[in-house]
């Protein structure tokens, strides 16, 4: 099963910020990859998907990039409604895997 | 609008089973994969199993293989969860997902709360 490796655990970040999330597979995945947002006690909410495309409806400030084993998550100009847990997915094969969520937090 | 509303949860013993139902409505059903993912308190999530449109193909994560079913109904625009022999570590929040073929999960039911314990 392919393993997945997000980085950092915790983001401790100001309204503003530009931040980055990463994650890291352990085989290649083509750019199968999607990008969640999760806030406590709700549903993840889908961002991207297919490595960069960005899903209907959400904020240009979120953009996905990569391919292969490394992908990233970037969030340019973070705003107070950003603040929550993102996961990563690979869709590759017929085994998907989450990585582990990454949470970003008020500095 | 999209929803997913799942229903089925509760408490049941180590060992037991317990039937998880999700009604979709406002997407045509039968063209999406359905999926479901759990969440266990205060962790990450994970993928555990997922249907095609036609229920001809069929995956699970290790942790739920041969003891969990997924299946769907087109008609019912429903997708169920059968869970036997379940375990404490099965605990969790278990959220089904509308699917594209491409693998990424669009729609996310609020998910329902299973727990096991004795």
């Known amino acids: 099963d392919v393993q997945m490796t997000q980085s950092p655990s915790t983001l401790s970040a100001s309204v503003g910020d530009r931040v980055t999330i990463t994650c890291r597979a352990s085989?290649?995945?083509?750019?199968?990859m999607a990008w969640y947002q999760q806030k406590p006690g709700k549903a993840p909410k889908l961002l991207i998907y297919?490595?960069?495309t960005l899903e209907s409806g959400v904020p240009s400030r979120f953009s996905g990039s990569g391919s292969g084993t490394e992908f990233t998550l970037t969030i340019t100009g973070l705003q107070p409604d950003d603040f929550a847990t993102y996961y990563c997915?690979?869709?590759?094969?017929?085994?998907?895997?989450f990585g582990q969520g990454t949470k970003v937090e008020i500095k | 609008q999209v929803q997913l509303a799942e229903s089925g949860g509760g408490v049941v013993k180590p060992g037991g089973s317990l039937r998880l139902s999700c009604e979709a409505s406002?997407?045509?059903?039968?063209?999406?994969?359905m999926t479901w993912s759990r969440q266990a308190p205060g962790k990450g999530l994970e993928w555990i199993s997922y249907?095609?449109?036609?229920?001809?193909?069929?995956y699970y994560a290790d942790s739920v293989k041969g003891r969990f079913t997924i299946s769907r109904d087109n008609v019912k625009n429903s997708v169920y969860l059968q869970m036997n022999t379940l375990r404490a570590e099965d605990t969790a929040v278990y959220y089904c997902?509308?699917?594209?073929?491409?693998?990424?999960?669009?729609?996310w039911g609020q998910g329902v709360l299973v727990t096991v314990s004795s």
């Open positions: 997902g509308g699917v594209p073929r491409s693998g990424y999960t669009k729609y």
């Open positions: 406002g997407f045509t059903f039968s063209d999406y994969y």
């Open positions: 249907i095609s449109t036609n229920s001809l193909k069929i």
């Open positions: 085989q290649s995945v083509g750019s199968w």
């Open positions: 297919k490595a960069s």
């Open positions: 997915q690979q869709y590759d094969n017929y085994s998907w895997t």
